[in-house]
């Protein structure tokens, strides 16, 4: 059955019912109120614990500032709750509204954390080719390094551009009782990995690419998780045994995973007139988990965004081609990775030997 949008926008997927998204919602919710509360009354204990454990770790204070982006984290979590009732009662009656205030609400969410979690780690950002964006209808696909990169969309794409995403997230994610709320309003499909009925999620994701006008894309992450070691070895030997050509012609990957292609040559069946535009970016991998922003791997780094886009035009013809033009578009992608960690560190390196001497 081909999932059509909800009352509220949203498509369904291979979905859950909606008691259990309830259930869910009856923990997350008052968790996420009375935490923001304790989190704030506290905060002054919180902050002088941070600070006692950093005098015996870190002069640049990674732990202080983790609590700070902590504490900035649960406040625009509890306000995007809030502010989601309000604009749902401001729009009833009028669903064209609701998504408008919606994707603004989500948008607005994720610049205040990301510009909170910017100024706080001393992060500096530099995009390029943020001019190839408009116009929609297009295909964005990302890579997936870390707990940041899922903002990088909704801040330089969506709220910089105007652009309205539909994203294909990980059902996982509705634990964030933000994303939650929101992001079922909106147009996305929560993906459940693993689920045994691959056909359906796939046809959920084929679904949410219909009918795209010139101000909309679709989001979709073709590495289906963050890359990690342990991932990337258990992706390679996965690949290895269904597909050995395949497997030889990625193995060569390093900093990205070998692409999933079932989602992307869905999306693109789904609307031949869309543009693909391949978001690649660098310095985030010290942020796959939370115990690595902590050590301070974040800490004064250098992020790089590259859009670079391709004309539906250009698209190959065939699923069995287009699934190779993916394999080489993330081969590239991986290039353009290694070359900016590897001047990155030489250029940490020319600033160390500066500040020793």
């Not at 310095?283 to 250098?302: F, K, M, P, Q, T």
């Not at 590259?306 to 578009?329: G, I, N, Y």
Request: hydrophobic share 45%; net charge positive.
């Amino acid at each position: 059955m081909t999932p059509s949008p909800g009352a509220d926008g949203s498509r369904r997927g291979g979905g859950e019912s909606v008691r259990r998204r309830w259930r869910r919602r009856c923990l997350t919710l008052p968790a996420l109120l009375l935490g923001t509360l304790a989190a704030v009354l506290l905060s002054p204990v919180l902050l002088a614990v941070a600070l006692v454990i950093d005098l015996f770790r870190s002069p640049r204070l990674p732990t202080v500032r983790l609590v700070l982006l902590a504490l900035v984290y649960l406040a625009c979590e509890s306000a995007g709750i809030l502010a989601s009732g309000v604009l749902w009662i401001g729009s009833i009656g009028d669903p064209a509204r609701r998504l408008r205030w919606f994707h603004a609400l989500q948008d607005e969410w994720a610049a205040a954390i990301f510009a909170a979690g910017r100024g706080i780690f001393g992060l500096r950002v530099e995009v390029e080719g943020d001019d190839s964006l408009r116009p929609g209808p297009l295909v964005l696909l990302s890579r997936h390094a870390s707990l940041v990169d899922t903002m990088l969309p909704a801040v330089h794409v969506a709220r910089r551009h105007g652009m309205r995403l539909r994203w294909v997230l990980k059902q996982e994610l509705l634990w964030d009782p933000c994303l939650d709320v929101v992001g079922h309003v909106l147009p996305n499909v929560f993906v459940r990995r693993g689920s045994g009925d691959s056909e359906r999620e796939i046809e959920a994701v084929r679904a949410l690419a219909r009918d795209l006008g010139p101000d909309e894309g679709v989001l979709i992450y073709p590495e289906g998780t963050r890359h990690s070691p342990a991932v990337a070895a258990r992706a390679r030997r996965s690949l290895g045994e269904a597909d050995p050509a395949r497997a030889r012609r990625l193995g060569g990957l390093r900093h990205v995973l070998p692409p999933r292609p079932g989602g992307t040559l869905a999306v693109l069946e789904a609307c031949p007139p869309a543009d693909v535009v391949i978001l690649a970016h660098a310095g985030l991998e010290g942020a796959a988990r939370l115990a690595d922003v902590w050590h301070g791997s974040l800490i004064g780094r250098r992020i790089r965004l590259r859009f670079r886009r391709v004309p539906s035009s250009e698209l190959p013809a065939t699923a069995a081609d287009r699934r190779q033009w993916l394999d080489e578009q993330w081969l590239a992608l991986d290039q353009w990775v290694d070359h900016c960690l590897r001047g990155d560190s030489a250029d940490d390196a020319v600033h160390a030997a500066g500040s020793a001497a």
